[in-house]
């Protein structure tokens, strides 16, 4: 997987994380490493600061459930309006957390043409 199919390929998975739901970047990168050979959560986390402007960013979490830095108050915005169950210090991991295995349809999905 070329580094600009593993942009898309994080992108793709953030778009599919359900309201109400949350990735830390650790889970995106390990959800992928099988079939890009990667596994950095700070290579999503740079991914997202670059290219996450039109998925649900909000939606993508550090290991502890901290959200976005510097962009706290926005995203405790759009989670709460979500329903996505919060702590005093970002998002309840075990009760929001989410699996690509939990979406609908195929994991990995298939390749574009």
Do not use: C, F, K, Q
């Not at 898309?8 to 949350?22: F, Q, T």
């Not at 290991?63 to 510097?70: K, W």
């Not at 991991?93 to 349809?105: N, Q």
Request: proline share 9%.
């Amino acid at each position: 997987m070329t580094p600009d199919e593993y942009v898309e390929a994080v992108l793709d998975l953030v778009e599919r994380i359900p309201p109400g739901r949350v990735m830390s970047y650790g889970a995106v990168a390990d959800a992928l490493a099988e079939r890009s050979g990667r596994s950095s959560a700070r290579l999503v986390g740079n991914i997202m600061a670059r290219h996450g402007g039109a998925v649900p960013w909000h939606r993508v979490v550090n290991s502890t459930g901290r959200l976005p830095p510097g962009h706290e108050r926005e995203a405790r915005a759009r989670l709460l309006a979500e329903g996505t169950p919060l702590r005093a210090s970002g998002v309840d991991l075990a009760a929001a957390g989410w699996s690509p295995e939990e979406g609908e349809g195929a994991w990995p999905p298939e390749e574009r043409m």
